[in-house]
């Protein structure tokens, strides 16, 4: 008789769900087609099967973990009897096949509440979104079942008695919380994902998708948020480099669909308000999830050079094929719905049905097919380029630019394409172009300058990821490196930082003059002021930054001026100004709004400030992350400004100096436990007197190297912990990065980072903005709440079915 082991039963239910979910996908498909409520029904409580059956396998290898199961592969792999509980926990997602098991547990809790959610409403797109999915989860479970699974145990072989241990760079509380907050993020933006697609299938495209998914939207792009900080907190904590982005690959993955995230969410605020943009909001949403698809497969298919070695593995070709068939659909299926004109306003859709119905079916199905011709010829071209390398890496390189081409520049070719198409097939009855953005100076230009900079920093981005194994195709092998990212990143960001600061300010329309000196005026002038002060007072040594400035003029090709340019202090300044100018902007509006209320109701201010929050979270929460991504700015300003030294201690007593303080270097310490043996070197950190002499002490530092034995003498690993002082001002940040206790040697890195602190102050502030903001009301559906508010201020109509006589007026 066989023996069921938590592994088989593991196993047993991760099969179990790849049948659940094709049943949900085709009871769904079934049941909407012959309008079965059964079948539905049925389809709906399979999602809820496959929570159970993912959430359970995810707590059955939790406890293999916390257990020490090592009859499990995956946990001998990946955890030892040293490890303390709650990185036992962190190694549940610290290989391939935990990382996809939370991915699929993640989305099963997320499928739980879409369909919870919606109980009630959206009922006519709900399966066509539990399809999609389901769809998502089998694909990854397969993944799991075929080459990852994080049940495969021992068979012939003896478990070892102890596990190989996590990867030591990993053994840091930020990431802790860094791959499943990107994990998270990924898999929440699903949601819209999803329902843009049934959307455009069930020509669905009023607003009323875009408020059952904003909260997913926002919680995705909050997760997205903290994953990338805590991603910047662990490099600059356990790299010992003094940095928080490098620019690497897998940095950037994660990057891009927070990118084109944070574009959806502004831009999307212009349709709601004005109708406006509804081509361009699928397309972010359909690009944001792409781009989640497109961000594993960078990281994990091994096809590009990283830092994060431990986060590649050989399932790049599984997620090629997905990405053919998400990239292929959505285009065709987005320029199917401009075609017919779906994507137009209410009163254009209408024309655009009579003039398709008029036309008959031989005229009807020529700029569908046209469509769906040039996405073929696209992926079509793509396949023939690439097959022609003979090199594996070449060829996935291919592959990579032609996505990201694609994903980026696709749609709107696509769009183009069945727009020329509907114009030319329409004749007389076309519709007058409905009116678009009437002036940039108002709020609806302001967001559109703001996708503008966002989806070019996006192209960079993408274009220095992949520029490595581009470069090899079409010329010479190049290196896009840190400073490459920043000569191109840093204008846009202090744009961007600009933008975010004016548009609270400009009204909707257009800005009149005197708007303009009423709203904009005095912050303008008082940030201006400000910054002169930091100028005068040289913080960080900004007049020396500004004198360095150049622009080589005819001395380098005009495609390498911006990164041959040194406009470091030009940038600094003006990040100055926009920090100031963001920060009193955003503080007038909670200001003058409070105030307004205050002297409507006779509150205090405070209780009025308070109540104005409460009542619109959105509004105020989505300032908070304003707030706090001008603080994060500081942090990005600080990065120019820093100072950075190797210095050497030859003996005990040995003072430098680094930016006005004296480093004292006092020996060695060494400590030992179970898991890894340290050295600490010690030093005492005195503010610099007149004469450069050590004058108050302000601290001791103890940055150390951490040599790992593990159970696994083959695995034993050097790490450097850095140690820092940290002030509003700036840290003072060391890392030890070779030493001789013997003869008392020291050769550290010594970093004096201005404004570092500002960078987690930031994040807080962002974070506590997202929670805020999506922080369900008292009524779980407002939209429901008005319904019923106005359906009991409507009359009755009598038993006869003749209206009721008007209510009499209050």
Known sequence: MLELSVHHLGDFLLHASIVVCAFCIFASAIGQRRGDGRLLLAAERGGYVVSAFIGTAALLLIHAFLTHDYQNKYVAHYSDNNMPWYYLIASFWGGQAGSLMFWSTTLAVVTALVIRQNRDQNRDILPTVLSILCASQAFFLLLMVLEANPFESFRINEPPMNGKGLEPLLQNPAMTFHPPSILSGYVWFSVPFAFALAALIHRRLDDAWIRTTRRYAVVSWGFLSMGNLFGGMWAYQELGWGGFWGWDPVENAALMPWISATAYLHSVMIQERRGLLKVWNVHLVLLTGFLTFFGTFLTRAGV???????????????????????????????????????????????????????????????????????????????????????????????????????????????????????????????????????????????????????????????????????????????????????????????????????????????????????????????????????LAVDTYNLQAHLAKTSIPFGDVPVGQLVQSSNLTGVYSLIGFYGFF???????????????????????????????????????????????????????????????????????????????????????????????????????????????????????????????????????????????????????????????????????VMAHYNPMILWMWIGGAFLLFGVVFAVWPEREAYPVFTAARKRARQAPVGRLDGTPADPAPEA
Not at 412 to 420: E, K
């Open 581 to 747: 100018f963001t920060v009193i902007t955003l503080g007038l509006e909670y200001l003058r709004n409070a105030k307004v209320r205050a002297q409507g109701t006779g509150e205090s201010l405070p209780v009025a400030l308070g109540r104005l929050i409460a009542r619109n979270r959105r509004r105020y929460g989505g300032y908070l992350t304003h707030i706090g991504f001008a603080c994060l700015f500081l942090g990005f300003v600080g990065t120019g400004l820093k100072t950075e030294l190797d210095l050497t201690f030859h003996s005990e007593g040995e003072q430098h100096t680094l930016e006005g303080h004296v480093l004292t270097f006092r020996g060695f310490d060494r400590t030992e436990n179970r898991e890894y043996e340290e050295w600490y070197a010690k030093f005492d950190v005195h503010r610099a007197g007149p004469d450069g002499a050590p004058a108050e002490l302000i601290g001791q530092l103890h940055p150390s190297r951490r040599f790992y034995t593990g159970a696994n003498v083959q695995l034993s690993r050097t790490t450097t912990e850095k140690d820092e002082i940290q002030g509003l001002r700036a840290n003072i940040y060391l890392a030890l990065v070779s030493f001789k206790p013997g003869i008392k040697t020291a050769e």
């Open 304 to 534: 590009i050079d990283s830092v994060h070695t431990f986060a590649q593995s050989d399932i790049g070709e599984y997620f090629i094929v997905m990405l053919i068939v998400v990239l292929g659909a959505s285009q065709a299926l987005m320029a199917w719905r401009v075609a017919d004109g779906s994507l137009a306003s209410a009163d254009e859709a209408d024309r655009w049905r009579s003039a398709f119905d008029r036309w008959g079916p031989s005229v009807r199905w020529k700029p569908i097919a046209a469509s769906i011709a040039f996405v073929a010829v696209l992926h079509g071209a793509m396949w023939i380029v690439a097959s022609q390398i003979a090199d594996k890496e070449l060829r996935s390189a291919a592959w990579l630019f032609g996505y990201a081409s694609i994903s980026i520049f696709g749609p709107s070719l696509v769009s183009m394409v069945a727009l020329f198409f509907r114009d030319l097939f329409a004749r007389e009855e076309a519709p007058a172009p409905a009116p678009g953005v009437e002036h940039l100076a108002s709020r609806e230009g302001v967001f559109l300058l703001n996708n503008f900079v966002l989806m070019t920093i996006l192209a960079v981005v993408m274009f220095g990821t992949i520029g490595d194994k581009l470069s090899m195709l079409f010329w010479s092998e190049t290196k896009f490196s840190a400073p490459w990212y920043n000569s191109w990143i840093a204008p846009l960001g202090v744009a961007l930082l600009l933008l975010m600061g004016i548009g609270p300010l400009v009204p909707w329309r257009k800005m009149s003059a005197r708007s303009f000196k009423v709203n904009m005026l005095s912050p303008a002038l008082v940030s201006l002021g400000l910054t002169g002060i930091v």
